[in-house]
């Protein structure tokens, strides 16, 4: 209890006169605590930014694009045109102009194929030519003064007129040898050659051919023996000796075509000589 005659509390606390002279009593702290605590201030919640997007993996960014990787585009900006939604256009071999200058490039090229080609045929056989294409020498003036010049009897082999001779030379054989050689185009578009030297045979036969024959077997032509030779380039070679003579046919030719040279040049006599 709280005494109001102007003296202290029971609890030792002063009283206070309110303006109207009664007393007032001052709130109990007590109590005070026991009232409800004021609510605190909620704190302002902190504005979190949306995460941008992230772009999909592997995937590029567009052709041209300058801004940094991640930056978003400004809002209601449109994209630009990627170069691959943009029409291309060309105007070559749209017109009938173009095409004219085209058909006067390719022509000049396609004439000077044709040209080159005219001398060739297809054959399943191997490859061939065109006799009437290919170049010609008069063999029977050439052999006629080669046999003036060489130390052994030199023989020209009668062919069949459809058979065109194009080389005569007279290279040295292996041993520094004389000869004379004469190659013919054949009626089927092959290629043989005839060697007449003094050389030993096999010396002969790898120098002609590229290397060393892998094989030899004999072959009856016109009642001569010649030794067939397999040679390291694949192709055949035919030789026999003849009084110190070798003759050797060399070429891509076919077995007749063989024949037909060996038999030619077996029956074949000898040129004139100085001598």
């Known amino acids: 209890m709280t005494s109001v005659n102007g003296g202290r509390t029971g609890r030792g606390v002063g009283s206070c006169r309110a303006d109207n002279g009664g007393v007032s009593t001052p709130p109990d702290p007590s109590e005070a605590a026991r009232e409800d605590p004021p609510t605190p201030a909620a704190a302002p919640t902190p504005e979190v930014q949306a995460d941008a997007p992230e772009p999909a993996a592997g995937a590029e960014s ?115 040898m004389p000869a004379v050689r004469v190659g013919w185009i054949t009626s089927g578009g092959r290629y043989l050659r005839l060697v007449q030297t003094t050389a030993e045979e096999g010396a002969l036969v790898a120098a002609e051919t590229g290397g060393p024959p892998t094989s030899a077997t004999p072959v009856d032509a016109a009642g001569l023996t010649w030794v067939n030779y397999t040679c390291a380039n694949g192709e055949q070679a035919w030789a026999y000796r003849a009084g110190g003579v070798e003759w050797l046919i060399t070429g891509d030719g076919v077995a007749g075509e063989f024949q037909i040279l060996a038999a030619a040049q077996a029956k074949a006599t000898p040129l004139p000589t100085n001598g």
């Open 62 to 176: 567009p052709a041209g694009a300058g801004s940094a990787a991640g930056a978003e585009s400004p809002a209601g900006a449109e994209s630009p045109a990627l170069p691959s939604q943009r029409r291309a256009t060309t105007t070559l071999g749209a017109g009938p102009r173009d095409m004219l200058i085209s058909m006067l490039i390719l022509l000049p090229i396609i004439g000077v194929l044709a040209f080159l080609g005219r001398g060739c045929s297809f054959s399943p056989g191997g490859p061939s030519a065109d006799p009437s294409a290919m170049p010609s020498v008069e063999a029977p003036v050439a052999l006629a003064a080669a046999a003036h010049q060489v130390p052994f009897p030199l023989r020209e082999p009668v062919l069949p007129a459809n058979w065109r001779a194009n080389a005569v030379d007279q290279r040295k054989a292996p041993g520094d």
